[in-house]
């Protein structure tokens, strides 16, 4: 199970773009994820007419290694670290370490 997933909200806490929110739009392998709207590079791109590409500068998101972000806390307001917690029921459940509650994702 990993601590970071996909859909989930996380505040970057290192680099060029330290302080900003956004939502993971993909998990990578080895330890790196796409985030909305952090670690945007823009790529010069040639036209491509047999796929219908037209040219120009175009703004992407790069990957971003895992350990530069962290989950958001909702009820903190900051960005905090997960641990894992087992139910009753026996189910694994990720949690926030400050207060303890359920990261909803």
Same mark, same amino acid.
């Given at each position: @199970?990993?601590?970071?997933?996909? =859909?989930?909200?996380?505040?970057?806490?290192?680099?060029r773009?330290?302080?900003?929110? =956004? !939502?993971?739009?993909?998990?990578?392998? &080895?330890?790196?994820?796409? #985030?909305?709207?952090?670690?945007?590079?823009?790529?010069? !791109?040639?036209?491509? +007419?047999?796929?219908?590409?037209? /040219?120009?500068i175009?703004?992407? &998101? @790069? +990957?971003?290694?895992?350990?530069?972000?962290a989950? $958001?806390? +909702?009820?903190?307001?900051?960005?905090?670290? #997960? =641990? $894992?917690?087992?139910? &009753?029921? /026996?189910t694994?459940?990720? #949690? $926030?370490?400050?207060?303890?509650?359920?990261?909803k994702?």
């Open positions: @199970m990993e601590k970071i997933r996909k =859909g989930d909200d996380v505040v970057v806490t290192t680099g773009d330290k302080g900003r929110r =956004g !939502t993971v739009l993909t998990c990578l392998d &080895e330890g790196y994820l796409l #985030v909305q709207g952090v670690n945007r590079v823009k790529k010069h !791109t040639r036209p491509n +007419p047999m796929k219908g590409q037209a /040219g120009g175009i703004e992407k &998101e @790069m +990957p971003i290694h895992l350990s530069n972000v989950v $958001f806390n +909702p009820a903190t307001q900051k960005a905090d670290r #997960v =641990g $894992f917690k087992i139910l &009753e029921d /026996g694994k459940v990720r #949690v $926030f370490k400050s207060n303890g509650e359920l990261v994702a």
